[in-house]
């Protein structure tokens, strides 16, 4: 359906009515609704955008224009800020232009393509329907409710104070522990057998298919 169709404008604003604004405080809740009366729904699409460059002789892209995750994750100002002081940096301290250009390539993508993989890898779990994507999101969930220590973590990922591969790693296996501890001890919607089998292998079919993007992501991202 065309996304500026008035029938999906109709249902987008009918599910922030009955699912968004019951779930907000006063006074937000109440501004959420009088604007929906009043003003008609403005939508626009998200787009997930990588790039293997980001220089060309004499110019260099900076924030969205170098790529773009889904906002889900809030990292495009992350991204953005990070690129203005890499690059300021590599203007002050390199003797040329060239080579300046040349260092932010390098130094740019070793901090987001690891933000990046992570933004995807969240869009994913939380729309995407499969029994893997299910167990992932439930494990995500279960993960940052008991552990403060998982919470701070992946927002150190995400605003970029930590940007090690190894964190990233380590934070996803402590959350396929939650999922697989799920799927195969917790109480499920299905509990039959079949229903967590299938899960199981939803779940590690997701995770191989990570380690895939991780490892491309890592050759064209950070060994440059």
Known sequence: M??????????????????????????LRGQLLRAL??????????????????????AALIGDAAGCSHPLT?????????DIRILSEEL????????ALAHYEVRRYRFVRIREILAEELYEAFRA?????????????RYWRTSARGR???????????????????????????SIHDVVLGPTSDLSLR????????????????????GAGVYTGTVR
Not at 40 to 58: A, F, H, K, M, S
Not at 74 to 82: I, P
């Open 37 to 58: 009366d009043s003003n008609p729904l403005e939508l626009w699409g998200n787009y997930i955008i990588q790039t293997d460059r980001c220089t060309v002789p004499g």
């Open 92 to 99: 002050r301290n390199c003797a040329t232009l060239d080579e």
């Open 152 to 178: 701070a973590a992946t927002v150190a990922l995400l605003s970029g104070d930590d940007a090690r591969l190894s964190t990233f790693v380590g934070e996803y296996l402590r959350v396929m522990r939650e």
């Open 74 to 82: 809030a990292s495009g100002m992350t991204n953005s800020l990070s």
């Open 195 to 214: 229903g967590r089998a299938t899960s199981l292998a939803g779940l590690l079919k997701d995770s191989f298919d990570l380690l895939n993007r991780v």
């Open 2 to 27: 065309p996304i500026g169709n008035e029938v999906t404008r109709e249902r987008v604003a009918a599910r922030l009515r009955q699912e968004y604004a019951p779930k907000l405080p006063d006074p």
């Open 129 to 141: 329907e499969g029994g893997g994507a299910r167990a992932i999101r439930t494990g995500i969930f």
